[in-house]
């Protein structure tokens, strides 16, 4: 492939990116203008859970799931714990050089 034909692939990539950009823009702004998308017209349904009140669970509830999220004590998150552990090998002054 030649500098040229890889100029001429990446205006084709180009012009068919900024033809789906704006023709998301484009419908946006259609239904919004004429109505069709309405934020206020989402209706929330609230059911009552049977799951027991504790002040360490969440519920979450959609139309087609519902997540539960139970806060255990003294529960440190996986992403922490692996930050942590990368941490260590930085360099990090220490005793272990006496």
Same mark, same amino acid.
């Given at each position: 492939?030649?500098?040229?034909?890889?100029?001429?692939? !990446? $205006?084709?990539? %180009?012009?068919?990116?900024?033809?789906?950009?704006? %023709?998301?823009?484009?419908?946006?702004?259609?239904?919004?203008?004429?109505?069709?998308?309405?934020? !206020?017209?989402?209706?929330?349904?609230?059911?009552?859970?049977?799951?027991?009140? !504790?002040?360490?669970?969440?519920?979450?509830? $959609?139309?087609? $799931?519902? $997540?539960?999220?139970?806060?255990?004590?003294?529960?440190?998150?996986?992403?922490?714990?692996?930050? !942590?552990?990368?941490? %260590?090998?930085?360099?990090?002054?220490?005793?272990?050089?006496?």
């Amino acid at each position: 492939m030649t500098f040229k034909d890889l100029a001429k692939w !990446n $205006t084709r990539v %180009s012009i068919l990116y900024a033809v789906g950009v704006w %023709s998301m823009v484009g419908s946006y702004a259609y239904y919004r203008y004429h109505g069709y998308f309405d934020e !206020n017209t989402v209706k929330k349904e609230e059911e009552e859970t049977t799951v027991p009140v !504790n002040p360490r669970e969440k519920v979450y509830e $959609t139309a087609h $799931t519902k $997540t539960i999220i139970v806060y255990k004590e003294d529960f440190v998150p996986y992403s922490t714990r692996i930050y !942590n552990f990368i941490k %260590s090998f930085s360099g990090e002054p220490g005793t272990g050089d006496k």
